[in-house]
C-alpha cells in the first residue's frame, strides 16, 4: 500500500510508463486547502475527486507542526478544539462532497493562533498492479481574539558547505510569514563589495523554531561580518538587525 501526505495536497498515482499524462485513479483536491477561523467559527471545505475511481474519504483530527525547515509533520492527537461533519463521504469521479469545520476554543484559551490538522484519507483501492491510497492535510489555524504578542528572535548563524544557516525563534503567539525579501544577510569581506543574500519563504508557528537557508552564490573563506535584517511579514515590516562575525574555513 501507498500513503501520502502534504499540508495542503496530495496526489498519489501509480508508477510506470504514461502515468504523468493519464489521470490516475485516485486524486482529491480540497478548497479551501488552508481554512483559518476567528474564534468560535465555521467553514465549509469543498472536496472534489478528480481520479478515475470512486472514494471512500474518511476524517480524522490530528496535531500539526513544521519542522525546522518548514516540512508539515503530523503530531500526536491532544484534546481537540475542531469538530468535522460528516466523518466520512463517498465522491464519484469527477463529484464533489462537502465537510463543514466547526472550532470550539474554551473560555479561557490563549490568545493567537492554535493549529490543527484534519486528515482525509481514502480507504484503500486495488489496482492491477498495486493497492493506493491517498492522505490530504487540510491545516486549520484558529485565532483566537486577545493580546498578540509578535516576537521573533535570532538565535544564531552558522556557515554549512555552500549556504548559511540562521536559526530563528518564534517567541509570539501568532504564525510568522517570512517572505523572500524580509529576511536578508549582508556579508562584508575586506576590500570586496557586500554581498546580499536572501533565502526562501517560510512560515514558523508560535512558540516553535525555523531554519532559513542563504545559498552562497560562490565561495566565501576567511573572516567576515555578516548583518542579519528580519522583518515579519507580509508585508514586510521595520527590519530588527543583529551582527555577527564569522570565520569560514579555507
Given at each position: 500500500m501507498i500513503a501520502c501526505f502534504a499540508a495542503a495536497a496530495c496526489l498519489l498515482a501509480p508508477f510506470?510508463?504514461?502515468?504523468?499524462r493519464a489521470r490516475p485513479p485516485?486524486?482529491?483536491?480540497?478548497?479551501?486547502?488552508?481554512?483559518?477561523?476567528?474564534?468560535?467559527?465555521?467553514?465549509?471545505?469543498t472536496l472534489t475527486s478528480t481520479g478515475t475511481r470512486p472514494v471512500v474519504v474518511e476524517v480524522v483530527r490530528a496535531g500539526y507542526g513544521l519542522d525546522l525547515r518548514g516540512r508539515p509533520r503530523i503530531l500526536p492527537h491532544r484534546r481537540s478544539w475542531l469538530s468535522v461533519r460528516p466523518r466520512r463521504v463517498a465522491i464519484a469521479p469527477g463529484g464533489h462532497a462537502t465537510?463543514?469545520?466547526?472550532?470550539?476554543?474554551?473560555?479561557?484559551?490563549?490568545?493567537?493562533?492554535?493549529?490543527?490538522?484534519?486528515?482525509l484519507t481514502t480507504r484503500p483501492l486495488r489496482t492491477a498492479s498495486l493497492s493506493v491510497r491517498m492522505?490530504?492535510?487540510?491545516?486549520?489555524?484558529?485565532?483566537?481574539?486577545?493580546?498578540?504578542v509578535r516576537r521573533l528572535e535570532v538565535v544564531r548563524l552558522r556557515p554549512r558547505p555552500h549556504r548559511l544557516e540562521l536559526l530563528l525563534a518564534n517567541r509570539g503567539n501568532v504564525t510568522e510569514t517570512i517572505t523572500g525579501r524580509c529576511a536578508s544577510l549582508t556579508v562584508r569581506r575586506s576590500g570586496r563589495r557586500p554581498t546580499r543574500l536572501y533565502a526562501a519563504p517560510r512560515r514558523i508557528l508560535p512558540h516553535a523554531r525555523g531554519l532559513l537557508t542563504f545559498p552562497l552564490r560562490s565561495p566565501i573563506r576567511g573572516r567576515i561580518r555578516v548583518s542579519v535584517a528580519l522583518s515579519p511579514g507580509p508585508p514586510c515590516m521595520r527590519a530588527r538587525?543583529?551582527?555577527?562575525?564569522?570565520?569560514?574555513?579555507g
Open positions: 510506470g510508463s504514461g502515468a504523468g485516485v486524486s482529491l483536491v480540497a478548497a479551501p486547502a488552508h481554512v483559518a477561523l476567528a474564534g468560535a467559527a465555521r467553514q465549509v471545505v465537510l463543514v469545520v466547526v472550532s470550539s476554543p474554551p473560555r479561557r484559551a490563549e490568545p493567537g493562533d492554535h493549529s490543527e490538522l484534519v486528515l492522505r490530504l492535510g487540510l491545516v486549520v489555524v484558529v485565532r483566537v481574539a486577545g493580546r498578540i538587525t543583529r551582527a555577527f562575525v564569522l570565520r569560514l574555513p
